[in-house]
């Protein structure tokens, strides 16, 4: 009886913050259909930004409180002999002078020719997780490095990419990133993919260059539901070895004390949500240290703090179709009709 009654507690509480306002926009469906602010900039055939200026392609979006540069950066196309194209002299790069002569690094003067610039829509399959995703590494400076082979310079050089110290602060110059502007106070909550769960991802404050705290929830390859779920009611028997919808403290606890800037411990995918406070007339940079992130969504609740979309497990803005059966809280296998809280492929949600 008690968990029963736990178990209604806490749809209550989630059918009460679901009920609130939020200001959304999705970049990416769950069927895979992108934005028309995506859309108007990317080349249909080969993926390529058709908007490129100076190096960059900018993707402008968002709602009435929420202000959103997309930015996707070129990186250094690669020089090919003209006698065999299949000799690779370095990086197309124009260098200065030597700066640091035991590691090779040169002042870099220009980069002369790029690789294109690509907004693709990609999908975590397993879980029907959308999201789009540029190129380029976030860089705070770039200088130039000679290629040395066996000891030995080879006169080929590659760009070398300064990347974000939280220690010192700062904000991207180049690579991938995307610049929230904000006009009134409340809790953000962005749907992301990181290629690699154990890779830096920083949220930097557009006046201070410091990093700002934030709070995550969803999914990290290869944290499944477990037996000993079943037992504590958080799951049915037929979820076992299904992904496993992970709270703030779960993910963390996978992590290290000593790296609060990585989401998750481990090699693998995480895709779910970052959630962070905001302030009215302040920017916001997201990005990863030495990655790209995917971006599907955002929700933005006014006069609301990031502990408030995090109370329960059930309140995030993944889109994720609805292909596993449904049950509700007393374990009963229900239609898609069914009204009420059911739990489905491990997580619960209001259906109204």
Same mark, same amino acid.
């Given at each position: ?39 108007? *900039?990317? $080349? ?8 490129? %200026?100076?190096? $960059? ?11 959103? %540069? ?26 200065? $002078? ?41 860089? *705070?400076?770039?200088?130039?490095? %000679? ?10 050089? #590659? ?25 009134? /106070? ?51 028997? /037929? ?9 703030? /403290? ?8 000593? !790296? ?47 502990? /408030? ?6 309140? !995030?803005? *993944?889109?994720? !179709?609805?292909?596993?059966? #449904? ?22 949600? *209001?259906?109204?």
């Amino acid at each position: 009886m008690k968990k029963i009654f736990t178990l209604i507690s806490v749809a209550l509480c989630a059918m009460s913050v679901n009920a609130q306002e939020a200001e959304t926009f999705v970049a990416v469906d769950q069927d895979g259909n992108i934005s028309a602010e995506y859309a108007a *900039v990317i $080349n249909p055939e080969t993926k390529e930004a058709t908007n490129v %200026e100076n190096g $960059n392609s900018v993707v402008k979006f968002g709602t009435a409180n929420i202000e959103v %540069e997309a930015v996707g950066s070129a990186e250094p196309a690669d020089k090919v002999d003209p006698d065999d194209p299949t000799v690779n002299l370095g990086q197309d790069i124009t260098i200065g $002078n030597l700066i640091d002569e035991e590691k090779h690094l040169y002042e870099l003067v220009s980069i002369n020719s790029t690789k294109p610039i690509k907004w693709e829509v990609k999908n975590q399959g397993d879980i029907n997780f959308s999201y789009v995703v540029g190129t380029g590494v976030p860089a *705070v400076f770039l200088m130039a490095e %000679e290629i040395y082979t066996d000891g030995e310079a080879t006169g080929k050089y #590659r760009v070398v990419y300064v990347t974000f110290d939280p220690e010192t602060g700062g904000e991207p110059q180049s690579g991938l990133y995307y610049k929230f502007t904000v006009k009134q /106070d409340g809790a953000l909550k962005i749907g992301v993919w990181a290629n690699k769960g154990n890779r830096t991802t920083f949220v930097v404050d557009g006046d201070t260059k410091q990093c700002s705290p934030y709070l995550v929830e969803g999914y990290i390859n290869g944290q499944t539901w477990k037996e000993e779920d079943v037992e504590a009611g958080l799951c049915t028997a /037929d979820q076992v070895g299904q992904k496993k919808w992970l709270s703030n /403290d779960e993910i963390r606890a996978l992590g290290s004390e000593d !790296k609060p800037w990585v989401i998750g411990a481990g090699n693998q995918p995480f895709w779910g949500n970052m959630i962070l406070d905001v302030k009215a007339g302040k920017t916001y940079w997201l990005f990863q240290g030495n990655s790209q992130i995917g971006f599907q969504s955002y929700n933005f609740y006014a006069g609301k703090s990031k502990e /408030d979309l995090t109370s329960v497990e059930t309140i !995030k803005t *993944v889109a994720e !179709k609805a292909d596993g059966a #449904r049950y509700n809280l007393a374990g009963q296998k229900v239609s898609d009709s069914y009204k009420g809280v059911v739990l489905q492929n491990g997580r619960k949600f *209001v259906v109204k």
